[in-house]
């Protein structure tokens, strides 16, 4: 499945980029360039960073669904249990 982004995400990210070069860099990048390399870094960076979220997401649903366990939870046939605890044992 492929990352793609918005279009104005994609322009955020563009100028962003743009700004990093020109305070960080000794150099500044241009639009079409600052471009290429959000293409690259979501090409190739991107599933990892994609794959990681589905794993962590997948880990709190687990962890969420074992609590439903828990909390909605019911034990069966528990009529007579609550007369076998107050009936006395007979000699």
């Known amino acids: 499945m492929p990352i793609e982004l918005s279009k104005e995400d994609r322009a955020q990210a563009i100028a962003s980029i743009e700004r990093y070069f020109r305070e960080n860099m000794d150099e500044r990048?241009?639009?079409?360039?600052?471009?290429?390399?959000?293409?690259?870094?979501?090409?190739e960076i991107g599933p990892s960073i994609y794959n990681r979220?589905?794993?962590?997401?997948?880990?709190?649903?687990?962890?969420?669904?074992?609590?439903?366990?828990?909390?909605?939870?019911?034990?069966?046939?528990?009529?007579?249990?609550?007369?076998?605890?107050?009936?006395?044992p007979r000699p």
């Open 53 to 88: 979220v589905v794993a962590d997401v997948q880990e709190r649903l687990q962890a969420r669904l074992a609590e439903l366990n828990y909390e909605v939870h019911e034990d069966e046939f528990g009529y007579w249990r609550k007369f076998d605890k107050q009936r006395k």
């Open 29 to 43: 990048i241009g639009n079409i360039a600052a471009g290429a390399l959000l293409g690259f870094f979501v090409e």
